[in-house]
């Protein structure tokens, strides 16, 4: 499917599969209770370790729960919990704090892991699922819960939880180019 983007005075038809993929995204909030094929699990796992990552340090770890009663046990107290409750998958994406950067540059993981997170949410459309982030970190009683459901140390931190399935519903993407949000050369210019 080609989209149509407004640039300046013409429109410009996007033959990227990549642009179109990005572009077509939304949340997905609602699953069929099929299972997702092992196979499509590890693409998913694959691009998002093929995400950019400062110093290549790659400060991520991924936890995959297809048991109902750990998805159970994390919708509890957790962000989610009926999308948690009614899908097939999530993955806790993380970032090990024992790869982090030292110093003033330890934070990069959130950004690593970020990105790790967004190439996962881009896999999964691209295989034909649905998939929702929901944050956990910084918020410290939600990343709490979902160390202590599954088990993780201390130096494992839990970013998000990407909830994903086939989609039960068909959310039109949202248009969200704004040119105020843009400067160039400059701020305010």
Same mark, same amino acid.
């Given at each position: 499917?080609?989209?149509?983007?407004?640039?300046?005075?013409?429109? !410009?038809?996007?033959?990227?599969?990549?642009?179109?993929?990005?572009?077509?995204?939304?949340?997905?909030?609602?699953?069929?209770?099929?299972?997702?094929?092992?196979?499509?699990?590890?693409?998913?796992?694959?691009?998002? %370790?093929?995400?950019? =990552?400062?110093?290549?340090?790659?400060?991520?770890?991924?936890?995959?729960? =297809?048991? &109902?009663?750990?998805?159970?046990?994390?919708?509890?107290?957790?962000?989610?919990?009926? %999308?948690?409750? $009614?899908? @097939?998958?999530?993955?806790? !994406? *993380?970032? $090990?704090?024992?790869?982090?950067?030292?110093?003033?540059? /330890?934070?990069?993981?959130?950004?690593?892991?970020?990105?790790?997170?967004?190439?996962?949410?881009?896999a999964a459309h691209s295989l034909g699922l649905g998939a929702v982030w929901t944050g956990l970190y910084p918020i410290i009683e939600r990343a709490?819960?979902?160390?202590?459901?599954?088990?993780?140390?201390?130096?494992?931190? @839990?970013? *998000?939880?990407?909830?994903?399935?086939? @989609?039960?519903?068909?959310?039109?993407?949202?248009? &969200?180019? $704004? @040119? /105020?949000?843009?400067?160039?050369?400059?701020?305010?210019?």
């Open positions: 499917m080609a989209l149509m983007f407004l640039m300046g005075a013409g429109a !410009v038809e996007a033959q990227n599969s990549v642009i179109d993929n990005i572009m077509t995204r939304t949340s997905i909030r609602k699953f069929k209770p099929q299972a997702v094929e092992d196979a499509k699990i590890e693409t998913m796992l694959r691009a998002a %370790m093929a995400a950019p =990552t400062a110093v290549n340090k790659q400060p991520w770890h991924f936890v995959v729960v =297809t048991d &109902k009663k750990v998805l159970d046990e994390l919708a509890g107290k957790g962000r989610g919990g009926d %999308m948690l409750r $009614n899908a @097939p998958l999530a993955i806790v !994406v *993380c970032g $090990n704090l024992e790869k982090a950067l030292d110093g003033d540059a /330890e934070e990069f993981w959130v950004q690593d892991v970020s990105a790790a997170t967004e190439n996962l949410l881009l709490g819960h979902v160390n202590s459901v599954l088990g993780m140390p201390e130096y494992i931190m @839990p970013l *998000c939880t990407v909830i994903i399935g086939y @989609p039960d519903e068909q959310p039109t993407p949202k248009n &969200k180019w $704004n @040119p /105020e949000n843009v400067s160039y050369n400059k701020f305010g210019k």
